[in-house]
């Protein structure tokens, strides 16, 4: 699914620089994981927050990491420039850290708080457009539940005097309009101001203190309202982690709607961020896409499945199966109940059945595994038949070995293929059969060991030896 871009054409003003602060442990959310790596729709969150940022076309990024400060960098992406915020000393500290890295290379600073996701560009766009006039302004709104958040206390004319933050007694004020921990800058101004900054009763720097401080200059500050609240939504707990993920799947389902993908029921589906998913194609409920996946028109997932970092061809048929890291031709049924692990290549109108498991093989064209069976380190070519509870033997306790089966090979139900080995074109096995040694074309092995049946096979004349095969190059190895 690509992103839609509802933002306006790039900026023809001033030079934007985006600061990203994400140096905080984020001990609400109770958890080991950094708070900032926590995911939304499949991506750390710190990553979806970056890429609102360079969706306004900023002339540089900055991340301020400090907790987690490796993992965290990592996960933000490339091409940012990295700050580091030894102590966490507050959002007004954290922010003057990126002073080096900004002053002078932009003429409005937008920052962006690493735990506030759901910001759209067009409302950054608009809150660019209004730091013409004004050295700040704060994207605020009225939310059912302020508790945590700083609030806009205003004038008796309305005009923004300050933020108060909880700590501060937010509580005490009667507002429920709150700071979404977005806000824009003019350059000059904040560079000028935010060494200055006092430190807080709770001995950290307050970002938010600088409106007070613009107020007693006498100078404006700007507060813009997004089109939809949901925009200011911050995550501290776990719960509004929740909330916020559900919301980001909203929007992801909404779009891939607009493009023409069908889900009967759209709240049971969840499909991450990366992925590209075709008009005309079905989600059934209980599916879940994640990763890097691909899916073309025409095929239907789920119900009850889960595709990660896989490509999924045109037309297929996938019910209550998981795929993982792997590539799907057009016109495959797979299902119920098949698990496609990392590697498996499914060609063009292959059938998997219940109980299917494929990894790192390919499955040639047409070819049909019908039941339940596992073929793993396998080359499997076109038209053949893998009859039910064919396993590939390919692990000896130490190595991974090579099956290689040819086209229009029939594989007798039950069949043990020892590796290595392969079985030529046209080979068969019948039921039960534990092959260890090569199959040529078109012969027919039987029982434990597998031997060729003398008289049933379509191969050439030729010596065999005392077990009635044929002499092959890898014989003297066995
Ligand atoms: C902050 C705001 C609050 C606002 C809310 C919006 C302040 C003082 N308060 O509160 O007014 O309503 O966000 O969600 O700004 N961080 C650093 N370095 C630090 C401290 C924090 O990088 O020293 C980062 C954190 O990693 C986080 C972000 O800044 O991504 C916000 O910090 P957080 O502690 O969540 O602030 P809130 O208490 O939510
Ligand atoms: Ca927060």
Redesign the pocket.
Known sequence: MKQTDNSEPPSTRGRVGVVI??????TRMRSRLP??LHPIAGLPMVRQVVDVGRAIDPAIVVL????AAEQVTAAAGDGLSIVY?A????????VLQAREALEGRSDLVVVL????VLVQPATLERMTAAAERAPIVLLTGIVEDPS????IERDLDGRVLR?V??REGAGELETRE????VVVYQSAWLWEHVGRLPRSASD?I???DLVAVAVQEGREVVALHPPDMVELA?I?TQAQLADVNRVAQDRIRGRLMDCGVRMPDPTTVYVDSGVDVEGDVVLHPNTHLQGRTRVAAGTEIGPNSIVRDSDLGRDCRVVASVLEACVVGHGVTIGPFAHLRAGATIEDGVELGNYAEVKASRIGAGSRMHHFGYVGDADVGRDTNVGAGTVTCNYDGQAKHHTSVGDGVFIGSDTMLVAPVSLGDGARTGAGSVVTRDVKPGQLVVGIPARPVPGRSASPPGPRDADGFMPSAGDASR
Do not use: M, S
């Open positions: 602060l994400a140096a905080g442990q984020g708070k900032v301020v990491v400090g907790h915020q102590d966490q000393r507050g959002t007004g500290h954290a708080y690493g735990d506030t945590g958040y700083g609030r933020i933050e909880t709150i700071w979404a921990g950290e307050y970002l938010t911050g501290n």
